[in-house]
């Protein structure tokens, strides 16, 4: 059995995914202890004013700022201490006319005060405050609602929580909040060649250390990883263990059996599986020009080609793409660097194809500068040796030293 | 009690730290599954050539190239296909001259052969392989140790593993790994003002988000974090819980009570603890100039400020620095982003002092442009709003709109 490929662009291949894959698996409620990096269900929106009342900012005398505004070192104005506040006393004091209340970060503001004189230029002389500044309406306080508004959309659905959105979140009241279900994603590799027994490898056997690789991804982009081992190249096999899979897991994920070869059974175990089966196979990008994806019902299943380089780039830009668009991210806090290319690049690349190439990154005079690193497909220290990888457009020959282009990290 | 603060740079404080926390924790191995984002404890040498033999890149004939030497489309040679090799074969099978051998990638290149014809360039008839075109010597064969040379050095000791380093180690033959061991970090929220019940706050109380935040950036660095909650602002409780912390911990961060208010207790329990007690406490950098640091035995503890933005700053220079020497981590694979000042930025600052801006960054024409987010240091929708902080050199007052700098992603 044979198949040719045709192959699709790298846009094409993603607008297809984002139409089958098009809606998260679903919603749970998680404590906001174990939130981090989870994807947001909903859109926060703030019910209080952050802070809910005036606070101070400072250490320091709370007072009405009209008492002080003549103060100078030359005649400073004294005013009585009417007590102390600290951010654990549960209502606001008040002063009057001609008194101040000493107060710590994030006290209440006494009702009628519209400033606070900070503690390093107070000087207190029996049981008054002597003021020898004056102080700005406002000076030191933080507003009501200065934080956060009432009302504000604050955190978007779809972006993934950082540690200082957990934070913000608890001061909205949030002991649990909804997230997106993790999917979770079975790694098969095929091949009979394979072991995992890697201390002690055996002419003719290679160790699979792909779906390590491919479970890291799994795990960086946030799904659960399922390694579920290897499986020979016979289609009875496959089919059965790839159909196990399916109940299990949400995505399935198969690294090699993918290619035109005679022992390459993937895809059409695939299209025997259910329908619609193989989606597409071929991409227009080099290297994992032979990555395919097929639907077996609602699951979707990612056919990730067997060389290194092209596990790495089938899996960027199609299971990736599968996996994010089921934790339904939408923002996404991850950016490119800006890296210049250190040295003339050709782009040896068929027609109409995208160009991966594995770069090397050093910060040279405060300047990130790239360096690729050339070599066949199948040579895993290349993107052992690379801080990430750049995607060069197709129709693109030749990339001059100097110019400025957008490198994925490789983590 | 009372304590004035002696300010010293941030780079005198990470020497302290570098010469205090000098050496990590201690090291144990674990099996490569479980061994991603884990720091290396060992310099990997290869013990062997990768591949260990000569291999076949592609699937196709492998042949001599000198008997297809002057192959053409009007004169083809007929080679005799002598057999198939699949990479699950154990041995090189052997050719003689006139004879080819059916490949798929990765198999052992046979005795005799030097280059292989791709099957898509094949024309098989009756047996026999019709080569149309010379293949140069080498062509499609990937050498033995081309990959990685036995003797080589290809990942260094404190380098955090990716997914791709974790293939390269099986095949090298490593089944487990010696690691460092992360360390433990307890972290403790200080302020009779707190509480972990954050959707029923009464007046007076707020919530311990903080806590959550610094254990995000912990597990983020690599750590283990401990929650150990709330202490209230009472000298003898402080002692307690922190000399319990001490106990089942490598590291403890105290968040809070490190000011130089009535109530900021952190500072003198510390001393009271053991020896050495506080090393410093005051740096030259805005927000996050209250953060100190302490040993005590050879146990280091970080005072962190109470104030978001100064927890944020007081974690990231000397928190991570703690934890990271701590787990040996000395090839750290995060950059920072390049990225165009999009407004004049004035920094006012005191004298000698950095200042850290949270900066909210857009992708703009394929250009990363930052605009700071200013407000007091207690406002938390500022780092949430920011996708990370640019820390300022001391003495500059003012940046040009258009200025490259490095920002950190805050995640």
Redesign the interface.
Known sequence: MRWSFKYISVEEAQRIIDKLVSQPLGVEDVD??SA??RVLAEDVVSRVD?PTHD?T?F?GYALRTSDVRGASPSSPVKLRIKGRA??????PDVIDAGEALYV???S?LPVNADGVLP?EAAIVREGYLEVKYAVKPGEHV?KAG???KRGEV??RRGSRL??????????L???KVKVYRRPKVGVISV???LTE???H??????????A??????V??DGGVSM?MGIVRDDPEEIKEVVGKALESCDVVVTISGA?????DYVEGVLNELGEPGVVFHGLKIKPGRQTGFAMVGSKPIVMLP???HST?VGYQVVASRVIRNMLGLVVD???P??VKVAVDVKLPQPKGFKRVLFMR?E?VE???LAWPLM??S????I??RA?GYVVFSEGLEEVPKGSLV?LY???
Chains 1, 2 share one sequence.
């Open positions: 906001i202890s981090y990096r952050v606070v900012h250490d600290y951010p654990s006393t549960p209502r710590t970060t994030g209440w503690v933080i200065s934080d956060v604050i955190l950082r540690g200082q959105d957990l934070t913000l979140l608890t001061l009241g949030y002991g091949g009979d060649e027994d890697y201390e490898v055996e002419p003719g056997k290679t160790p699979n250390g792909h390590l690789m491919i479970c890291s991804f795990e960086r390694n290619s035109k070869g005679e022992k067997g060389l290194c790495i806090h991850e950016k660097l800006k990154v910060s405060g300047e990130l070599g066949e199948a040579l895993v220290s993107p052992v801080y957008d990290p490789l983590m």
